[in-house]
């Protein structure tokens, strides 16, 4: 059974950080990411990482160089690190994951992804 945990999120002025981690259990291979939904608008990709000995990442262009994805597979954890965070960057972001490879596609099409956090809020004041 796939379970995905994730935390981390808070309020933090713009310009700050904040990362966030993702437990994950029962899952082996596909991706997993972030995702976000903004206030009133559609969710949307944040970032993605394959399960493999690769471990490919990509970005949505919003948020490149600004935002890490990254794993710890000895601790089944998933991380997002957040730096020079903006005020439309606020949401609440979820972990996700999906045993096919389609983390690239998922960026622009999260309706696909298979399994999801329960989301954790993020604030960035001006």
């Known amino acids: 059974q796939v379970q995905l945990v994730d935390s981390g999120g808070g309020s933090v002025q713009a310009g700050g950080s904040l990362t966030l981690s993702c437990v994950v259990s029962?899952?082996?291979?596909?991706?997993i990411g972030w995702f976000r939904r903004a206030p009133g608008k559609e969710r949307e990709g944040v970032g993605t990482i394959d399960i493999t000995v690769s471990s490919g990442t990509r970005y949505a262009d919003s948020v490149t160089g600004r935002f890490t994805v990254s794993k710890d597979n000895a601790n089944y954890t998933l991380y997002l690190q957040m730096t020079s965070l903006k005020p439309e960057d606020t949401g609440t972001y979820y972990c996700?994951?999906?045993?096919?490879?389609?983390?690239?596609?998922?960026?622009?099409?999260?309706?696909?992804?298979?399994?999801w956090g329960q989301g954790t809020q993020v604030i960035v004041s001006s």
């Open positions: 029962g899952f082996g291979r596909g991706f």
């Open positions: 996700a994951a999906d045993r096919r490879a389609v983390g690239w596609y998922s960026l622009t099409h999260p309706s696909i992804v298979d399994y």
